[in-house]
């Protein structure tokens, strides 16, 4: 066979063509469709040509198309009970429309329509990703919920202002309830990654055996109990934010050798998996143990240390900065948290003094315990709290103090011994007051009583 006609050729090539074409001019009249659109929709040429398309297909939007110059891609067309797939092209010429090319594709539609409904899937699964991530990978803390206008804490805040735009990783150190977590959600917030997600992955919480699932993911089947569908791991779902890493001080050896890599290399492999994914993040690590002890003793990875320090920030014990507990106490007072009806709380003098001389070896959580402890202590029309308020402990030590003023009355030391255990008891049943009536052997009025008073 020769093809030496360049029209026949054209013909020719649109008539072995799987997919139907016709060409109608701007006012919607046919002028050329190709033979699998003719036999599909029963059309010869002699009889159709000539004819408007919704003579044809009364719902044709060709003429739409036509009229408006926007292409339509991928559209579904019923038609005898089947979906085509249609593309509506305009032809222009010199910036006006002239006619509408129609492809319509007949073949592997059910193929396409099962690829289809996978992209659709998958977009709705990253959607909902996107939207758990946004929600529970947040960052809550602003530099201004840091509370203490200490030296330290000025000092600190104002390093947190100029590191927060590098992407050196920060190690933040310091007691347990010092603060840490809260200055890495700041750190987080002043960052250009502020947007994007802040994610905490707790070293000592996590079992040593979930830990590598729960940070690198893992393939489908990539072990026994493996989840059918894979997992994404987060140091892939952080996608350019912050990775958290608190208590890196408890973080198994092991992990230790496998975390370096990434950090390095910035990339992962899944378990199962045989080819790494590139990742972005930032990091944030802390740890309340001494940790170059830790080095020292072979526990924590030298190597893993010296890149986690690019900048220190270390948070001094609430001890060695005693006039930050006044305003950390007011803000406790005062948080909805602490204080949910949101009465006006003040505090006597007296108390700061008795919360000064204590050595807070929880810091500033158990300072907010404290605080929560005394609200709880007041009765609904008080709004002063006053040293009996505060729990036994602090008394006991007053009263055997030589320079204490004058030793509560028994009366008032047994109240607080069982405001003590009304709450310890809240404690242990989460808050049920019911269950905390139930165990301590008394019945619901009396706990209620005992408790508003
Ligand atoms: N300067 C502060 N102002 C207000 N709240 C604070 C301050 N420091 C700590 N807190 C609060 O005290 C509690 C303990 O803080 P955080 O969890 O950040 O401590 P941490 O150093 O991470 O402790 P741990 O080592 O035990 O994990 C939190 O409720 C936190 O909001
Ligand atoms: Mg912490």
């Known amino acids: 066979m020769k093809i030496d006609n360049y029209e026949e050729m054209l013909e020719l090539i649109l008539d072995h063509s799987h997919e139907g074409v016709v060409l109608c ?17 029963g ?50 010429e010199k910036g006006r429309v002239i006619g509408v090319l129609t492809q319509v594709l007949f073949r592997d539609i ?32 602003d530099l201004d919920d840091i509370i203490g206008d200490s030296q330290p804490i000025l000092e600190l805040k104002s390093q947190v202002r100029k590191h927060a735009h590098s992407s050196l990783p920060v190690l933040i150190l310091g007691e347990s309830g010092t603060g840490k977590e809260l200055f890495a959600h700041a750190l987080h917030r002043l960052s250009p990654r502020a947007k994007r997600a802040f994610m905490v992955i707790n070293c000592a919480a996590i079992p040593k055996e979930l830990m590598e699932s729960e940070l690198f993911g893992y393939e489908p089947g990539a072990f026994t109990g493996a989840a059918q569908k894979g997992r994404i791991g987060k140091l892939e779902l952080v996608e350019g934010g912050t990775l958290f890493f608190d208590e890196i001080g408890d973080m198994p050896l092991e992990m230790q050798a496998k975390i370096l890599r990434v950090i390095e290399e ?15 993040f930032a990091l944030i690590a802390a740890t309340n143990r001494e940790i170059e002890a830790l080095v020292q003793k072979e526990s924590f990875r030298s190597d893993l240390y010296y890149r986690i320090n690019a900048i220190v920030l270390k948070i001094p014990p609430l001890r060695d900065r005693k006039e930050d507990i006044p305003p950390i106490a007011q803000h406790f007072a005062a948080c909805s948290e602490c204080n949910p009806s949101q009465r006006p709380i003040r ?3 007296e108390v700061f003094s008795v919360l000064r001389e204590h050595d807070w070896p929880g810091n500033v959580r158990e300072l907010k315990n404290i605080v929560n402890f005394a609200l709880h202590n007041l009765a609904s029309d008080e709004s002063l709290i006053r040293i009996d308020h505060l729990p036994l402990s602090f008394l006991k030590k007053r009263q055997e103090s030589p320079f204490s003023p004058s030793p509560l009355p028994l009366k008032k030391v047994i109240r607080n011994k069982e405001k003590e255990i009304l709450q310890e008891a809240l404690r242990a049943t989460s808050g049920n007051k019911i269950a905390a009536a139930k165990l301590l052997g008394i019945s619901r009025s009396v706990f209620y009583e005992k408790l508003q008073r």
């Open 347 to 349: 505090f006597a003098d």
């Open 43 to 92: 059309l010869s040429a002699s009889k159709d040509i000539g004819k408007h398309i919704t003579e044809i297909f009364p719902d044709a939007r060709i003429p739409i198309v036509a009229r408006t110059g926007t292409p339509e891609f991928g559209v579904i067309y019923r038609w005898k009970g089947q979906k085509l797939v249609v593309n509506r092209i305009p032809v222009k």
């Open 110 to 141: 059910a193929e396409l329509r099962e690829l289809s409904e996978k992209v659709n899937a998958l977009q709705t699964k990253i959607n909902i990703i996107g939207a758990e991530l946004r929600q529970y990978f947040q960052a809550k803390y």
């Open 25 to 41: 001019d701007h006012q919607g009249k046919i002028r050329y469709f190709n033979r699998i659109y003719g036999e599909t929709f």
């Open 266 to 280: 910035k990339e992962v492999t899944k378990v199962g998996a045989s080819k790494p994914v590139p990742v972005h």
